[in-house]
């Protein structure tokens, strides 16, 4: 016997994976636009950070054990250089010498700094030092094309091309589109794994991140990223140590000191600052 009821449709709701964590691109503030900046970093412009590393007189000293007083072959490059404050800052350090290169998703980013400093240098030979592409494929990045008047050159990176490179609070952001912490990891990841490949041998990699201090394990981690809505990716030591080795850097130093916004932002509580110095060893 037939049953000419009509059937219930239950339609059952997506179930989030444990490792889900919010989306900055739901997130006006945190959303990039062709002409616009990432929020709040405009508030940085003409604020170098790299001199003030723990590591840069170490990073400073091995530079000119190693060229001498023959700088020209000394060679550079900064991820996530934003409006290229640091670059433009160790370019000066090093008296101009050697070759400086700066990659950045964001092209506004870029020719914000390059208006900038225009009073100060040459704005063509500024943009020269510049790149837009992703840092997790640096195989296809866009150098400025005089012509086109823009950063649509198509361009890549070899391997081992640099003697140092440096990172200054980029990590984070590389989980900016993806919605889980596997999808965020993974991203960081394969970051890490470029800055290797382009790190010529016995060259150096040094910045800093911010990472979760001891206090709270990673299910609270994950806990305390949602409440905040805070769609970054945030190690903790193990973690991050774990994926710069992966990665193929070794003889790592470290360093940690509190985050200075810790006890006036809520989502910086539990935050550190977690300096580096690591080596792409023969």
């Known amino acids: 016997m037939k049953n ?5 449709e239950f339609k059952k ?34 604020q170098p950070r790299i001199l003030k590393n723990i590591f840069f007189p170490k990073v400073y000293d091995w530079i000119h054990k ?4 023959n700088l020209d072959n000394f060679s550079y490059f900064e991820a996530g250089c934003g409006h290229g404050n640091d670059l433009r800052a160790i370019k000066k350090k090093m008296d101009n010498q050697g070759r400086y290169l700066g990659v950045d998703i964001s092209k506004a980013e870029i020719l914000h700094g390059i208006e900038f400093y225009r009073k100060k240098e040459n704005t063509e030979e500024s943009k020269k030092l510049f790149a837009q592409g992703d840092l997790r494929n640096l195989k296809d ?6 012509k ?9 990176l070899k391997n081992n091309e640099f003697d140092l490179i440096y990172m200054e609070a980029v990590l984070h ?8 912490l596997k999808e965020k990891r993974e991203s960081a990841q394969l970051m890490l794994n470029e800055l290797y490949r382009i790190c010529k041998v016995g060259g150096k990699f040094f910045g800093r991140a911010n990472i ?26 193990k973690e991050l140590m774990k994926i710069l080795k992966k990665a193929g850097f070794k003889n790592i130093k470290t360093n940690l000191s509190p ?3 810790a006890k006036k932002y809520p989502d910086k509580k539990y935050l550190l600052k977690f300096s580096f110095l690591a080596e792409k060893a023969a």
């Open 173 to 180: 952001g590389l989980g900016h589109s993806q919605k889980t």
């Open 148 to 156: 086109r008047n823009d950063f649509s050159r198509p361009s890549k």
């Open 212 to 237: 979760f201090n001891n206090s709270i394990n990673n299910k609270q981690q994950l806990e305390f990223l949602r409440k905040t809505n805070n769609w970054r990716f945030i190690p903790d030591f």
């Open 13 to 46: 709701k997506a179930k989030k994976p444990n490792d889900w964590l919010p989306d900055g691109t739901d997130d006006k503030k945190h959303t990039l636009k062709e002409n616009d900046e990432w929020f709040g970093l405009e508030k940085r412009l003409g």
């Open 259 to 261: 985050h200075k916004k």
């Open 4 to 8: 000419n009821k009509p059937q219930k």
């Open 141 to 146: 990045i866009y150098i400025w094309d005089k």
């Open 66 to 69: 190693k060229y001498k007083d």
